[in-house]
């Protein structure tokens, strides 16, 4: 009697639909793993940096901002049509203002630094059936990957009375 050494066709064919299929679901399981790790670190860091806006809203309006001024009436807003927006590192320390294009189009890094997040400063809408305040409402949108332009960023919203 011979011994056969080596695989069948049947044995090799099957082995390579069973690669076909638990290799793309590896992978996808693996990309989603770090996707899932990103929104977890920003959901982490994302009250930190929009509480670090608001402390620069606040500064603005007693006139000690580094990166935020007052209209000539005091108030503390972004002009019509202008864009506020400041980038943070990876652990949420503030880098600086991130400008419109580099806005749009993203960016990573700003004066050698990295920029993890873009935090975008705007007028809160207002809420139906609530009288108009006299201390503006005021949103901070935390967005992430600062890198992807700004169609493709995930957002977290942040809201506060600025006094």
Do not use: N
């Not at 069973?18 to 977890?40: D, H, K, N, Q």
């Not at 007052?70 to 002009?79: K, L, Q």
């Amino acid at each position: 009697m011979r011994k056969w050494r080596g695989v069948t066709l049947m044995e090799s064919v099957i082995s390579i639909g069973v690669l076909a299929v638990t290799v793309p679901l590896i992978l996808a399981a693996i990309g989603e793993s770090g996707r899932t790790g990103e929104a977890s670190g920003a959901e982490t860091r994302a009250p930190w940096i929009a509480a670090a806006c608001f402390d620069e809203l606040r500064a603005a309006s007693h006139g000690r901002s580094a990166y935020f001024s007052a209209d000539e009436d005091g108030r503390v807003s972004p002009p019509e049509g202008g864009l506020w927006a400041l980038g943070f590192t990876r652990g949420g320390a503030m880098v600086g203002t991130v400008s419109p294009d580099q806005y749009a189009s993203g960016t990573r890094e700003s004066d050698g630094r990295e920029i993890r997040f873009i935090a975008r400063v705007h007028p809160a809408p207002p809420v139906a059936g609530e009288a108009a305040a006299s201390v503006p409402a005021m949103r901070v949108t935390v967005e992430y990957p600062a890198g992807a332009p700004e169609e493709r960023r995930r957002t977290l919203d942040f809201h506060a009375h600025i006094r």
